[in-house]
Antibody, heavy 121, light 108 residues
Framework: EVQLLESGGGLVQPGGSLRLSCAAS????????MSWVRQAPGKGLEWVST????????YYADSVKGRFTISRDNSKNTLYLQTISLRAEDTAVYYC??????????????WGQGTLVTVSS | DIVLTQSPGTLSLSPGERATLSCRAS???????LAWYQQKPGQAPRLLIY???GRATGTPDRFSGSGSGTDFTLTISRLEPEDFAVYYC?????????FGQGTKVEIK
């Protein structure tokens, strides 16, 4: 059974930083692209970032480019999202999502339960 | 970026009725790379349909997807109590991948 467990969310001041983690199990982690998708309170889904299975390719939404960095440690079956220069509009539940294949052009077939990031003074 | 517009915003129906949800793209979706997700309050999204019409593992056969190009439809043939939720479409054929704003299916 695929399991994705996010951690690292919390309350942070504007301009601050957080590192989100997603521990994966139940599948061969290195074979699949992984992504972060966020959802602001009461709003819809927004794709944030994707990393290929081997970690060589990364992709970002324009809204986070230059502030967020996605990475993965295939030896630890863990996905990360390093966030800096956080803004109020980054407040959201951040979901870790497994892609159906190794590249970005895939749908999300499994999702974690999410971790809440609140940016507020 | 491809903009996905879902309609209606809210669909009020009774259990046993048929639900038809629309997802229209601002430009053609490459390869019919379109997925549908279901989200219930307080839960993560769950994949229902991929490649416009493929049912994901565990998706009941009362859910069906159709369409190509710019117009896609999710149909729920007979609503069960557990189907009342928000539904999102997503295109993953062009970068950046994008989601529609969602359709809420509520109990009438």
């Amino acid at each position: 059974e695929v399991q994705l467990l996010e951690s690292g969310g919390g309350l942070v001041q504007p301009g601050g930083s957080l590192r989100l983690s997603c521990a994966a199990s139940g599948f061969t982690f290195s074979k699949y692209a992984m992504s972060w998708v966020r959802q602001a309170p009461g709003k819809g889904l927004e794709w944030v970032s994707t990393i290929s299975g081997n970690g060589d390719s990364t992709y970002y939404a324009d809204s986070v480019k230059g502030r967020f960095t996605i990475s993965r440690d295939n030896s630890k079956n863990t996905l990360y999202l390093q966030t800096i220069s956080l803004r109020a509009e980054d407040t959201a539940v951040y979901y870790c999502a497994k892609s159906s294949g190794s590249s970005w052009r895939n749908y999300f077939d499994n999702w974690g339960q999410g971790t809440l990031v609140t940016v507020s003074s | 970026d491809i903009v996905l517009t879902q309609s209606p915003g809210t669909l009020s129906l009774s259990p046993g009725e048929r639900a038809t949800l629309s997802c229209r793209a601002s430009q053609s979706v490459s390869g019919s790379y379109l997925a549908w997700y279901q989200q219930k309050p307080g839960q993560a999204p769950r994949l229902l349909i991929y490649a416009a019409s493929g049912r994901a593992t565990g998706t009941p056969d009362r859910f069906s997807g159709s369409g190509s190009g710019t117009d896609f439809t999710l149909t729920i043939s007979r609503l069960e109590p557990e189907d009342f939720a928000v539904y999102y479409c997503q295109q993953y054929g062009s970068s950046p991948q994008t989601f529609g704003q969602g359709t809420k299916v509520e109990i009438k």
